[in-house]
């Protein structure tokens, strides 16, 4: 298995127990599950129930008393630990850079340890530096001279020096505060839809879980797989009342985050331009599933919602009395659609597309209906493809 | 002092008659004052030998010390059960006063420099390796968990994390260990070590104090020149620290 010749690897977990010394109980207990390849896999649970234990027992940063692990299968109990650990990113959430080499040698420590030359360990700490988004100059620093989330990011960038096929992240964002958390979250992800490692994810936090995974394994106190399933199924059906706590009486709004506005089926509002005749537009509102006529230029992009007043004339007016805010992209999460129309205060939001053009209208109902129903089950996304918000 | 030269360990009873040759400067010496230039202008040649004769103590001791401090620290960051003996036993060679350590080393290594430069060389033991090991201990844990996770073996940490991080608190231990130890050589001379002691014990038979001014300041020229030497290499090994200052 060389970094060349693989860019992913399945990951599986054989019955890995793992007990310390003196423990009475198992850290980790009986745990199988298989990572495909290309996937992130989140470990989440409340804190000792083994999640980095189970780790670091994949680069044997810790030891396991029984089972195996298997990396593309191979077993990683076959040789050297630190020759292993080279194949294998590693983040950490104290990032642990070296403080006493400059960005681009801390980028470069595993091409050096495999021997690259000068000239490649350049032109592969540049590269990474340009897909972590910093400016190549930032490779002359030390770390100290970056803030936080720069650091975090070089952290990535470390791990991925050799284009490992397997990544093991321990709440590498941990530290972060929630704005940057979350775009290093929304980076990540941009990164992973692009290189397509199997991650293995470790974070205590339920959302992260959701947002990062493909695939979530829960754990319990004593390393014991609560359930193992995608974000949606997690949400739709926890396997336990351990899982169903663990994931919040909020579970069902979570699931708003899991689907984009233009994936539900949006409703229909009349549409008039300006100078139609009203008649056939008051009609039309009537029979309506949205009550209110919708006034749109040419290029079909919403202009105002025409009131009963504005359709009282001959013809529909230019100038309509309430404008089409507020409108939804069509792109964003059903979370945020709701959010929209909960803090504006109406039932009813034009979505538009990325030029601007009506693809239907948002309600409230719309998302009640989705809660209610299995469709979220059905439309379960990847993580790659999930939108970043 | 003067007992321990009388008991034969060193040559001070025959004071050189030329010792009181004023050859220029009047009767600054007749009036004994405190300090004579002239004198001093007549006879720095006097001062060249044991200036040269002092460097090579300090040099061997401390280059001998950091060795030997080195290797008992490294044993130590291995197998932290060897720590405290080693401290323990470093620092009973610290307490010992090195004039009890020539007449201790007598019978084995006789009169000579050589007996001067294994007590100085045992008196900065505890100081270098104190420093050393503080400087692995103050390694950052999540730097060393993260320089094992992504593959380097535990003597490449050492040598590629663990030392150079460690680099400036060794530095600082090699300053203290210098400085002290051309203080510490000036007693050299109970061991027939030669050094700047024999200008000093010399001038000490007598009232008059040039002498000894002349050769206490060459050694406090030679502790401040070690010094600075020693901080600025430190400072060229450590770019990161200064790095660290501006941002």
Redesign the interface.
Request: glycine share 8%.
């Given at each position: 298995m060389t970094a060349e010749s693989v860019s992913a690897s399945p990951v599986r977990f054989e019955a890995v127990t793992k007990r310390y010394p003196g423990a009475h109980s198992d850290a980790v207990e009986n745990l199988s599950f298989e990572v495909p390849a290309g996937e992130i896999c989140v470990l989440v649970g409340p804190s000792g129930c083994g999640k980095t234990t189970a780790l670091r027992m994949v680069?044997r940063?810790v030891e396991m008393t029984s089972g195996d692990i298997l990396i593309g299968g191979r077993s990683v109990r076959e040789g050297d630990p630190?020759?292993?650990?080279?194949?294998i990113g590693?983040v950490?959430q104290?990032?642990?850079?070296?403080?006493?080499?400059t960005i681009s040698q801390n980028i470069g420590?595993?091409p050096a340890?495999l021997g690259w030359d000068k000239e490649e360990i350049s032109a592969r700490s540049a590269e990474l530096l340009d897909l972590i988004g910093l400016d190549p100059e930032y490779g002359d620093?030390?770390p100290?001279?970056l803030s936080g989330g720069q650091q975090q990011r070089v952290?990535v960038a470390?791990?991925l020096s050799v284009d490992p096929p397997v990544m093991?992240m321990d709440e590498p964002f941990g530290a972060i505060d929630p704005i940057n958390r979350s775009r290093l979250q929304n980076e990540f992800l941009r990164l992973q839809a692009e290189l397509r490692k199997t991650v293995l994810f470790v974070t205590h936090d339920v959302d992260e879980a959701i947002k990062m995974g493909d695939r979530v394994a829960v754990l319990k106190k004593g390393g014991r797989l609560a359930q193992f399933a995608t974000p949606t199924e997690l949400l739709m059906e926890p396997a336990d009342d351990f899982v169903e706590d663990f994931v919040g009486a909020d579970r069902a709004l979570k699931r708003l985050a899991l689907m984009r506005v233009r994936d539900v089926d949006l409703w229909t509002a009349p549409l008039a331009q300006a100078g139609d005749q009203a008649e056939p537009v008051r009609t039309a509102v009537a029979a309506a599933e949205v009550p209110y006529a919708l006034l749109v230029d040419g290029e079909n992009r919403p202009l105002g919602w025409l009131s009963d007043r504005d359709l009282s004339g001959e013809k529909v007016p230019a100038t309509p009395d309430s404008t089409a805010d507020p409108m939804i992209d069509a792109d964003s999460v059903l979370r945020d659609g709701l959010a929209t129309l909960l803090q504006s205060g109406s039932l009813y939001a034009p979505v538009i597309d990325a030029r601007g053009r009506l693809t239907g209208v948002l309600s409230v109902e719309i998302v009640s209906d989705f809660l209610a129903s299995d469709e979220a089950s059905e439309s379960e996304l990847s993580a790659a493809e999930r939108p970043h918000d | 002092m003067i007992e321990a030269a009388s008991n034969g360990m060193m040559r001070v009873g025959a004071i050189d008659q030329s010792f009181f040759t004023d050859r220029s400067s009047g009767n600054c010496i007749q009036d004994n004052k405190l300090f004579c230039p002239g004198w001093v202008a007549d006879n720095y040649d006097r001062y060249v030998d044991p200036t040269l004769q002092h460097l090579v103590l300090v040099g061997s001791a401390v280059a001998a010390g950091f060795l030997i401090a080195f290797a008992l620290a490294i044993l130590a960051h291995r197998h932290r059960f060897l720590q405290t003996p080693f401290l323990a036993g470093t620092g009973i060679l610290y307490t010992i006063p090195s004039i009890s350590f020539f007449f201790l080393l007598l019978p084995i290594t006789g009169r000579g420099s050589l007996t001067a430069i294994i007590a100085l060389t045992a008196f900065n033991l505890q100081i270098i390796f104190r420093n050393i090991t503080t400087g692995l201990r103050n390694v950052p844990p999540d730097v060393t968990e993260a320089a094992r996770g992504i593959g380097l073996t535990p003597s490449q940490i050492l040598r590629q994390v663990e030392l150079p991080l460690a680099m400036p608190e060794i530095i600082a231990g090699l300053r203290i260990a210098t400085v002290s130890t051309v203080a510490l050589a000036t007693l050299a001379v109970f061991a027939n070590g030669g050094g700047l002691g024999t200008e000093i014990v010399t001038g000490s038979n007598i009232t008059f104090k040039t002498g000894i001014i002349v050769a206490g300041s060459i050694a406090v020229i030679m502790a401040i020149v070690f010094d600075g030497i020693l901080l600025l290499t430190g400072k060229l090994l450590a770019p990161w620290k200064r790095k660290q200052a501006i941002s």
């Amino acid at each position: 298995m060389t970094a060349e010749s693989v860019s992913a690897s399945p990951v599986r977990f054989e019955a890995v127990t793992k007990r310390y010394p003196g423990a009475h109980s198992d850290a980790v207990e009986n745990l199988s599950f298989e990572v495909p390849a290309g996937e992130i896999c989140v470990l989440v649970g409340p804190s000792g129930c083994g999640k980095t234990t189970a780790l670091r027992m994949v680069n044997r940063t810790v030891e396991m008393t029984s089972g195996d692990i298997l990396i593309g299968g191979r077993s990683v109990r076959e040789g050297d630990p630190a020759r292993l650990r080279r194949e294998i990113g590693y983040v950490i959430q104290q990032i642990g850079l070296f403080p006493h080499r400059t960005i681009s040698q801390n980028i470069g420590t595993v091409p050096a340890l495999l021997g690259w030359d000068k000239e490649e360990i350049s032109a592969r700490s540049a590269e990474l530096l340009d897909l972590i988004g910093l400016d190549p100059e930032y490779g002359d620093r030390y770390p100290a001279q970056l803030s936080g989330g720069q650091q975090q990011r070089v952290g990535v960038a470390r791990a991925l020096s050799v284009d490992p096929p397997v990544m093991l992240m321990d709440e590498p964002f941990g530290a972060i505060d929630p704005i940057n958390r979350s775009r290093l979250q929304n980076e990540f992800l941009r990164l992973q839809a692009e290189l397509r490692k199997t991650v293995l994810f470790v974070t205590h936090d339920v959302d992260e879980a959701i947002k990062m995974g493909d695939r979530v394994a829960v754990l319990k106190k004593g390393g014991r797989l609560a359930q193992f399933a995608t974000p949606t199924e997690l949400l739709m059906e926890p396997a336990d009342d351990f899982v169903e706590d663990f994931v919040g009486a909020d579970r069902a709004l979570k699931r708003l985050a899991l689907m984009r506005v233009r994936d539900v089926d949006l409703w229909t509002a009349p549409l008039a331009q300006a100078g139609d005749q009203a008649e056939p537009v008051r009609t039309a509102v009537a029979a309506a599933e949205v009550p209110y006529a919708l006034l749109v230029d040419g290029e079909n992009r919403p202009l105002g919602w025409l009131s009963d007043r504005d359709l009282s004339g001959e013809k529909v007016p230019a100038t309509p009395d309430s404008t089409a805010d507020p409108m939804i992209d069509a792109d964003s999460v059903l979370r945020d659609g709701l959010a929209t129309l909960l803090q504006s205060g109406s039932l009813y939001a034009p979505v538009i597309d990325a030029r601007g053009r009506l693809t239907g209208v948002l309600s409230v109902e719309i998302v009640s209906d989705f809660l209610a129903s299995d469709e979220a089950s059905e439309s379960e996304l990847s993580a790659a493809e999930r939108p970043h918000d | 002092m003067i007992e321990a030269a009388s008991n034969g360990m060193m040559r001070v009873g025959a004071i050189d008659q030329s010792f009181f040759t004023d050859r220029s400067s009047g009767n600054c010496i007749q009036d004994n004052k405190l300090f004579c230039p002239g004198w001093v202008a007549d006879n720095y040649d006097r001062y060249v030998d044991p200036t040269l004769q002092h460097l090579v103590l300090v040099g061997s001791a401390v280059a001998a010390g950091f060795l030997i401090a080195f290797a008992l620290a490294i044993l130590a960051h291995r197998h932290r059960f060897l720590q405290t003996p080693f401290l323990a036993g470093t620092g009973i060679l610290y307490t010992i006063p090195s004039i009890s350590f020539f007449f201790l080393l007598l019978p084995i290594t006789g009169r000579g420099s050589l007996t001067a430069i294994i007590a100085l060389t045992a008196f900065n033991l505890q100081i270098i390796f104190r420093n050393i090991t503080t400087g692995l201990r103050n390694v950052p844990p999540d730097v060393t968990e993260a320089a094992r996770g992504i593959g380097l073996t535990p003597s490449q940490i050492l040598r590629q994390v663990e030392l150079p991080l460690a680099m400036p608190e060794i530095i600082a231990g090699l300053r203290i260990a210098t400085v002290s130890t051309v203080a510490l050589a000036t007693l050299a001379v109970f061991a027939n070590g030669g050094g700047l002691g024999t200008e000093i014990v010399t001038g000490s038979n007598i009232t008059f104090k040039t002498g000894i001014i002349v050769a206490g300041s060459i050694a406090v020229i030679m502790a401040i020149v070690f010094d600075g030497i020693l901080l600025l290499t430190g400072k060229l090994l450590a770019p990161w620290k200064r790095k660290q200052a501006i941002s």
